[in-house]
């Protein structure tokens, strides 16, 4: 049974709903405290949904575009290792959010976690850092798609296409959760597709398989020359914002625990399929990208901010030779950058919401519809989207800069506090007698996973603070440095300004005695083979290593 949940249904008994969750001022399950709600969030997401989510949720403009800067700054080397090393940072990150989502399947997820483990104060920051980041991005990926039409029709001006993209991620709205479950279902399929199709035809290019290219057999030739590597390590440091932002929203499928059917058993399924996401559809797919595309390339200088003309897959098409195929891939960018946008409208809404149920919000953010929708929250994420607008300007361009330097730093942060909340939850468990095997889902790689990724993101933070203090081709200037690191003031901002406003409530961390552990918990009673299957020994290795992926 759910603890602190509305109990079971009963016969006779029509009041209790199973298919929708209210939460509480601690963002837990259960009655709503305080204000007195219209609605109650749905659960409608179901396991297609979650995995969907999981597997292409957020591959969009990031990959499709910014890779392209990556490459003309860091080389095929410096992009292969750096996104190596954020997707591991990923791996371990989402095995710990499912950890602790199986179990607080709680609305807020990660910054709930870390006001109930880390800090109230450090949970508000990266409450608000991470609404903040994905209502900026909206703006960033709406213009990404108008400029993705003028491929076809530059004659149009932009500003149509965007009224147009706008009005559609307004039309999703309306249905909701399952709305938002069903859109990311089907476009994320169509972009999972179209990076599988990539991956084989980047294959075939390398070794020669196609005719209109007059390269022939190209094999590793780009690595050699112009090289793997651009720039030194200023040049690999720069990586790590492009692969943040290409990575950003990996961590949905733990904000959306709180509205899936069955999170028992979809969240571990939806985990687990991140592995084959990062392997294949980021690692594989830029390894073949820097194989049939050399770095130097003049036509990589404008792959930054939402120029998709610049797309390094679509310019590797090209110089392939292969007509018609550059158009069908730009509408592919074009249906991702729209997922995207999708999924700015989700992460920000039920954060808002969620930030404003537990006090750390205007109090009409929690207003929720009987259709489980938060309107208030939504139109705020709807005026940001008419943002996209500036683009029209002539200074355009410098003000997305500001805008996106709010969103690239900022998942380094959010990332590294889910593995510190895990890691303090476990800390807390022990502390107060409980036993791993109570877990309904435990992380496959452990507290040691949790540390290698929460060291990771330390040191991505470092790095990219030495490249935007010594960029690229440049010396130290202020302006360069606050438009790749205006997060980190902000996030100590905000940190400092809720532990002044609550006059330091709570000390400078949650003790692991004093932690609250048992609100919203929800326990579930493991399988008896299920639980044999999780005592470890040498027989069952193997089936437990193939299961972290599977």
């Known amino acids: 049974m759910d603890l602190k949940e509305p109990p079971p249904a009963r016969l006779g008994d029509e009041k209790y709903d199973p298919d929708v969750v209210k939460y509480d001022s601690e963002g837990s ?7 007195v709600q219209n609605g109650q969030l749905h659960k ?5 949904h979650m995995q969907m989510i999981a597997i292409g949720g957020s591959i969009g403009a990031g990959l499709f575009v910014g890779s392209g800067s990556a490459f003309h700054n860091g080389g095929p080397g410096s992009v292969l290792i750096g996104f190596m090393i954020v997707g591991t940072m990923l791996l371990f990150t989402v095995q710990a959010l499912g950890e602790l989502a199986v179990l607080y399947p709680v609305n807020g997820a990660f910054f709930t976690y870390a006001c109930r483990f880390l800090d109230e104060s450090w949970g508000f920051a ?7 980041g994905w209502l900026t991005v909206l703006p960033f990926e709406i213009t990404a798609a108008g400029i993705t039409i003028s491929f076809w029709r530059d004659d149009i001006n932009i500003g149509v296409w965007i009224a147009v993209f706008l009005t559609i991620l307004v039309v999703v709205q309306f249905f909701g959760v399952k709305g938002y479950g069903e859109v990311e279902f089907a476009l994320g399929l169509i972009k999972v597709v179209a990076v599988t199709g990539f991956i084989i035809f980047g294959i075939v290019v390398d070794c020669g398989g196609v005719s209109s290219d007059s390269r022939g057999y190209i094999g590793a030739h780009y690595w050699h020359d112009p090289g793997a590597f651009r720039n030194g390590f200023k040049g690999f440091a720069s990586v790590f914002v492009t692969a943040a932002f290409a990575f950003g929203g990996t961590e949905l499928v733990g904000l959306a625990a709180a509205e899936a059917a069955d999170p028992r058993k979809t969240l571990p399924t939806a985990t687990k399929q991140v592995f084959w996401r990062i392997a294949t559809f980021y690692v594989l797919s830029l390894f073949i990208v820097g194989l049939i595309l050399p770095s130097d390339s003049e036509d990589l200088l404008g792959s930054s ?11 590797a098409i090209q110089m392939a030779g292969v007509k018609g195929l550059p158009s069908v891939f730009n509408a592919v960018i074009t249906i991702s950058v729209l997922s995207v946008a999708n999924s700015c409208t989700y992460g920000s809404t039920r954060t808002m919401q969620a930030l404003g149920v537990r006090g750390m919000g205007p109090k009409f953010l929690t207003y929720i519809d009987k259709k489980g929708r938060p309107l208030w929250c939504v139109l705020i994420q709807i005026a940001f989207g008419l943002l996209a607008f500036i683009g029209e300007a002539s200074n355009g361009g410098t003000v997305f800069t500001w805008l996106l330097s709010l969103s690239g730093l900022s998942y380094f942060f959010v990332w590294g ?7 303090r939850f476990r800390a807390g468990w022990k502390a107060q007698g409980r036993s791993l095997d109570d877990l309904p889902y435990r992380a496959s790689f452990g507290v040691v996973g949790s540390w290698i990724g929460f060291l990771l993101a330390c040191i991505a933070l470092i790095a990219t603070f030495y490249v935007s203090l010594f960029p690229v081709g440049g010396s130290p200037d202020a302006q360069t440095f606050f438009e790749n690191y205006l997060a980190g003031p902000i996030v100590i901002a905000l940190y400092l300004g809720w532990k002044v406003y609550t006059r330091g409530k709570g000390g400078l961390f949650v003790r692991a005695s004093d932690m609250d552990i048992d609100t919203g918990m929800r326990q ?27």
Do not use: Q
């Not at 901010?305 to 310019?315: D, E, I, Y």
């Open 44 to 48: 409608g997401l179901k396991g297609r």
């Open 126 to 132: 990266m409450g608000w850092d991470y609404a903040l």
């Open 417 to 423: 506090s889910i593995c510190l909340s895990h890691i």
């Open 305 to 315: 901010g939402a120029n998709t003309k610049a797309s390094p897959f679509v310019l």
């Open 29 to 35: 399950s259960g009655e709503v405290a305080g204000e």
């Open 524 to 550: 579930l009673d493991l399988d008896p083979l299920e639980n044999a299957y999780r005592k470890k020994s040498m027989a069952n290795l193997p089936k437990r290593m193939l299961n972290s992926f599977v």
